[in-house]
């Protein structure tokens, strides 16, 4: 596949304040220069950036003019809050939306919401709204961490492809060959999907620690060990990890991955680097 025919997109969360809003579109308009398929932006489960997430998109596409896709979690949220926000969302004209099931803040359970899992959220959408939306979904390389086993996972990924998801994006990983595994067990089930690598930068090591240990993402011992040497030293930290998801980056396009999706954390430069070194256009 030609560069020019993969999809680049890059991932925000909603901010509380004015401050932190005004930061975020600042920080989009820097993105928006390597003309992305598209952004997205998180939704907290439960409904609780349920406002945020729509404002934070319908700006996104307003003000910076980039294609803007709501994440929208399925826990916490009955089927008629799901179905007055798809219609905002529609009415809206947003086109795109990434169907998860979300993890409820702890002490919430997970019992909540009238749909379980992903995949009936996905035949959820479309029941509501047709072939309106093009559905992206989550997909886990390195195995989601409440997963049973490994062909479980893959199974209950083919389910969400089968709802009538259009593509995926994956768990960040640092470990290119879990991702060419996965696609091509994937391939195996008949899921014959886009499947685009989320990709982590690497910019400040114990939140990476804490965080990846939540979503069950693997940080190399070689990469761990580097990175715990560099203590404070934030500049090394920042040019070791630019290295290390340069190099994965060039190994996943050239392998045949149909794009990248960065989650930015709302920062621009990490990103912006790796787009540099990879020679990407813009
Ligand atoms: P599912 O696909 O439902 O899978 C969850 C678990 O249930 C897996 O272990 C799976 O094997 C199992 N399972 C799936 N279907 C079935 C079934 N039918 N029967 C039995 N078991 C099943 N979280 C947020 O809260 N907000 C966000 O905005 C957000 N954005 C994300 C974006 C991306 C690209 C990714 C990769 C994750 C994101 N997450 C977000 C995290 C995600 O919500 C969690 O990983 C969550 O635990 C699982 O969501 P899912 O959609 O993958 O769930």
């Not at 997205?40 to 439960?46: D, E, F, H, M």
């Not at 919401?113 to 479309?126: Q, T």
């Not at 086993?149 to 259009?166: M, P, T, V, Y």
Request: proline fraction near 5%.
């Amino acid at each position: 596949m030609p560069l020019t025919d993969k999809s680049f997109s890059f991932e925000f969360f909603p901010t509380k304040t004015d401050a932190g809003h005004e930061k975020l579109l600042q920080v989009a308009r820097q993105l928006a220069t390597c003309a992305p398929a598209f952004f997205s932006c998180t939704y907290g489960a439960g409904g609780s950036t349920r406002d945020r997430t729509l404002d934070t998109v319908l700006q996104l596409e307003r003000e910076v003019q980039i294609p803007a896709a709501p994440h929208l979690s399925c826990v916490g949220d009955s089927k008629a809050e799901l179905r007055a926000l798809l219609t905002q969302y529609r009415d809206a004209g947003i086109q795109r939306i990434v169907a998860l099931r979300g993890d409820l803040p702890s002490g919430m359970g997970m019992a909540a919401g009238e749909l379980r899992h992903a995949n009936d959220l996905v035949e959820f959408i479309r029941a509501e709204t047709g072939d309106h939306f093009h559905i992206e979904v989550a997909a886990y390389p390195e195995m989601h961490p409440q997963a049973r086993n490994f062909e479980e996972d893959l199974a209950n990924f083919a389910r969400k492809a089968k709802a009538g998801a259009d593509s995926a994006i994956t768990q960040y990983f640092f470990n290119a060959d879990s991702y060419f595994y996965f696609v091509e067990r994937v391939r195996k089930l008949g899921v014959d999907l886009p499947i685009v690598p989320g990709i982590m930068p690497i910019t400040n090591y114990s939140k990476l620690a804490r965080f990846s240990d939540a979503c069950g993402a693997e940080i190399p011992r070689w990469v761990r060990k580097q990175l715990e040497a560099y203590g404070d030293d934030a500049e090394s930290i920042q040019a070791f990890g630019e290295d290390v998801i340069t190099r994965m980056c060039e190994q996943l396009l050239n392998g045949g991955a149909p794009g990248l999706h960065f989650y930015t954390l709302n920062q621009a430069q990490a990103s912006m680097a790796i787009w540099r070194n990879l020679g990407l256009p813009r």
